[in-house]
């Protein structure tokens, strides 16, 4: 597919979202919301967190073009090419002009033999699933291997397989799979697991999401007031009064013109039928005027609660992200900075935060990072000494996921990728990591070998 369908490429316009006020506006606002977090989360390759931010927000807003829009290209990522396709068929729905999910789908369909595979594999992965629940898994082992041969991004394929294997007592088997499984989506509970039960990495691989998040308003829950029925049954009484009244002048006018030459008793009669009209004209609208009335003090009071709503709610939030950012404090304390990175990175700082808070959420964002990357950087080293490139070139692009702009480490792990790269003959990576440390790090302790390297390479 073309770079048309990369996600990290959506870009949310703050000014297409609806003021304060009422609550309609205020699901959009959570809408969007959950929209930004999905987004931030796509760019920094955490689909499955993505994901679960975006069907969040379509929860609230299900006419969010940018946020189904970036749920397609999320499950489309993942290799769930039929969501993919259901959200963006969804979104042109509701805008068809000027919709980018004209083109993901169009460019899909003029591409026949790959939908076709895609389809094959979801089969297999039915039929797949179906075995392993049934206790036979090498026969769901032989179709998983053909589903994720055919569609190479299918976390969930993946995720199986390796489970697959972990059933059948060959572990060393899953773990291709479950790295995989990562380098599409290296936030994936499911393969982080996996991966801490093969390898034993706990402490790396361990993450504590879902804790901490500001708590959503659940605007389910709320009811109509109390006398809304009786304000319905008000209006429809009215309406059966205005009906009745038309059809009496109708009668009045049709007897006065058919049938002029009537005597005087009927014509009183029509006079007095009249007055009656304009009595109970007069009444009914007396009795609107009233109910007018009603609606609007109901309507100052509905609108005096939702402001009290919000600023509850917004207390709320901004509480539990203080709270969140301590809790993320005593997991880095006790030595689990994977929690605390999430702790900090899913509760940013509110408008309420004060400047003290804003540096203390910085702080445990940046520490917590690099020692996450400390971390991978140790494993990667021992590995790369001990020859195990795969392996030390796995924990070094972890590591630089977590880099920090005054990491120690840097230079070193662009040094060493350069190494793995040169050692595999992809002699263009090679020359782009040594020209890194070159021209970025000219202090580095590796500068002389990487430039000697990297005169050689260029050659």
């Known amino acids: 597919m073309s770079s048309e369908l990369d996600y990290k490429k959506i870009v949310l316009d703050g000014d297409d979202f609806l003021s304060d006020g009422g609550l309609k506006e205020r699901a ?10 999905g987004l ?12 679960d931010a975006l069907e969040r927000s379509l929860e609230f807003n299900k006419k969010s073009i940018f946020a189904r829009n970036l749920l397609g290209l999320c499950y489309y990522a993942v290799g769930r090419l039929g969501d993919a396709l259901c959200h963006w068929i969804i979104s042109q729905a509701y805008q068809e002009d000027d919709n980018p999910a004209d083109a993901y789908i169009n460019e899909i369909r003029v591409n026949q033999r790959f939908t076709d595979k895609i389809n094959h594999s979801i089969t297999l992965y039915n039929s797949a699933l179906d075995f392993f629940k049934s206790g036979n898994g090498d026969m769901s082992i032989i179709r998983l291997k053909k589903c994720v041969e055919l569609n190479p991004s299918f976390v969930d394929g993946l995720n199986l397989l390796s489970l697959g294997y972990m059933t059948v007592n060959k572990p060393q088997n899953a773990e291709p799979y479950i790295k995989k499984a990562l380098q599409i989506d290296p936030f ?6 996996y991966y801490a039960e093969v390898t034993g990495a706990n402490q790396q691989a361990g993450r504590l999401r879902g804790t901490g998040k500001p708590q959503l308003m659940d605007v389910r829950g709320y009811s ?60 009914s609208r007396l009795a609107l005027e009233e109910k007018d009335n009603q609606y609007k ?21 901004l509480r539990g992200k203080i709270d969140a950012i ?14 605390a990175f999430s702790q900090a990175f899913d509760n ?17 964002l940046h520490d917590s990072s690099a020692q996450i990357e400390a971390g991978y950087y140790s494993i990667a080293k021992g590995s790369f000494d001990k020859g195990l490139y795969d392996e030390a070139n796995w924990n070094f692009t972890l590591a630089m996921r977590f880099m920090q702009g005054d990491s120690p480490n840097a230079h070193l792990i662009y040094y060493y990728m350069g190494r ?25 302790s590796q500068f002389r070998d990487a430039n000697t390297r990297l005169g050689r390479l260029r050659g």
């Open 224 to 283: 109509k007031p109390s006398n809304a029925r009786n304000i319905v049954n008000d209006l429809h009484l009215s309406e059966v009064i205005c009906f009745l009244i038309g059809c009496a002048i109708v009668v009045a006018v049709f007897f006065f013109l058919v049938l002029p030459d009537r005597d005087q008793k009927l014509i009183a009669e029509n006079s007095r039928l009249k007055e009656d009209i304009v009595t109970t004209q007069e009444a």
């Open 40 to 51: 931030k989360l796509a760019q920094m390759s955490a689909v499955t967190g993505a994901i």
């Open 348 to 364: 940013p700082p509110d408008d309420g935060f004060t400047p003290e808070q804003i540096a203390d959420h910085a702080k445990l």
């Open 326 to 339: 301590a809790i993320g404090w005593d997991y880095y304390n006790a030595g689990d900075y994977m929690n």
């Open 420 to 444: 793995i790269a040169e050692q595999a003959g992809k002699t263009e990576s090679a020359i782009n990591y040594y020209n890194t440390v070159v021209t970025v790090y000219p202090d580095s």
């Open 297 to 317: 003090d109901h309507d100052a009071t509905v609108a005096g609660l939702q402001n009290q709503i919000a600023e509850l709610s917004a207390q709320i939030s």
């Open 28 to 37: 959009e606002r959570i809408s969007a919301a959950l929209y930004n977090k």
């Open 188 to 193: 994936n509970q499911i393969a982080l697991s």
